[in-house]
């Protein structure tokens, strides 16, 4: 296929024209789109292709995909190729992405203009698939048309599996909106994230997937199989975490993404949530009580980075250390049972129940919750604070 091959500082990419029949031919859709009567099944994805069965898993859960809005939007495009008889039906380039390495055949005499050769498999839709659905309809109804309507593409190819990753968190978020708590998985994937983004990004994955935590398969994130019950979203906890790492970057001046920074953060909420339930002893995972509900947990984070602050001993004995400072939690336990909570946690939303709560524990155990707003000291002994 007759292509432009596009550089732009270290990356190599392609412009090419398809024809309408055959751009549905080297494509595979990630979820069903449906028309009238009609409908477009999903193709099948193999267990080895990672990066597909990621955007498959998003596409078909998350809320901005509903088949409402799919529908709808596929007929409103369809509808528009319908009518476009002097503007183009398609002006803008559908993204496709294969990890395949495609042999390039410049054409003298030109160094940017040849044969590009086609991938084996289908290519992947980064960004274009509702076009391409409402396409497929429409040709359906005006087969005629294939001949004379041009898909410009523009393909990635060879890159590797975390470009495809970023190029599709780097679209999606933005228009079409996808959950944080979906997001929070690349960020360690993402090239453009910051270091204390992709830190947090990794506790909170060990916090989910390892045999020791207490929050293991408690934690609600995409693609959870577990069938315990969820204690908090992976975006909350993910939030709590990078807000503490956050402030130590700006303490330290920078924040090292290493396994060693990674197993540190979480050992420290690790053995933090375990002295936290045994102080709390029944009322910890107490459907009856609220202490291991997303406000209470969010504000036990901020405690634990208050207290991995300001404690320096060693680690060995650091949960019957903790314990004992979290002992006075114990007096207050009936606060938290769930028949009259909110009344004495008052509140105008989440965010001031959280910052309430974290006041409260933060003076049970002498660590002062710092000012909203406020000025902020950033020594040795507060440069965990968040």
């Known amino acids: 296929m007759l292509a432009t091959q596009i550089r732009q500082k270290d990356a190599v990419f392609y412009f ?35 990066i597909a069965r990621f955007v498959a898993a998003i596409e078909r859960t998350d809320a901005a995909f509903q088949r409402e809005l799919s529908q ?97 968190v780097t679209i999606n978020s933005t228009a079409t909106r996808i959950n944080k708590s979906h997001l929070v998985d690349l960020y360690e994937k993402v090239s453009w994230e910051s270091p204390d983004k992709k830190l947090a990004a990794r506790v909170v994955e060990r916090l989910y997937s390892e045999q020791d935590s207490p929050l293991r398969y408690r934690i609600n994130r995409l693609g959870g199989r577990s069938q315990k019950e969820k204690w908090i979203l992976q975006a909350e906890l993910y939030n709590e975490l990078h807000r503490w790492i956050a402030a130590d970057r700006e303490a330290r001046g920078r924040v090292n993404v290493t396994d060693h920074e990674v197993w540190r953060y979480y050992g420290l909420v690790r053995d933090f949530l375990k002295a936290a339930g045994r102080v709390w002893g029944e009322a910890w995972g107490s459907k009856r009580h609220r202490i291991t509900e997303a406000v209470t947990l969010k504000a036990m984070v901020r405690i634990c980075a208050q207290l991995a602050g300001t404690d320096e001993l060693p680690a060995e004995d650091r949960v019957s250390r903790w314990e004992e400072r979290l ?27 959280v910052a309430r709560i974290h006041r409260e524990l933060g003076r049970l155990v002498g660590l002062e919750a710092p000012s909203p707003g406020g000025p902020r000291r950033r020594g040795r002994k507060d440069q965990g604070e968040a």
Request: charged share 25%; glycine share 6%.
């Open 16 to 50: 090419i024209a398809y024809p309408a029949r055959d751009a549905l031919d080297k494509v595979r859709f990630m979820r069903r789109y449906y028309d009238e009567g009609a409908q477009l099944a999903p193709n099948h994805v193999g267990k080895e292709d990672e």
């Open 72 to 168: 709808a939007k596929v007929r409103a495009i369809k509808n528009f190729y319908e009518t476009a008889n002097t503007q183009p039906p398609i002006p803008g380039t559908v993204l496709l992405f294969t990890p395949e390495h495609l042999a390039f055949h410049p054409i003298a005499p030109y160094d940017n203009v040849g044969n590009l050769e086609e991938p084996l498999e289908k290519f992947l839709i980064i960004d274009g698939q509702h076009r391409l659905a409402a396409l497929h309809f429409y040709l359906k109804d005006k087969p005629d048309d294939a001949g004379i309507v041009l898909v410009p593409c523009v393909i990635f190819d060879g890159q590797a599996a975390d470009f495809a990753t970023e190029m599709f």
């Open 327 to 353: 002992a006075p939690w114990t007096q207050k336990t009936g606060d938290f049972r769930e028949e009259g909570f909110y009344e004495r946690f008052p509140a105008k939303g989440q965010v001031e129940r």
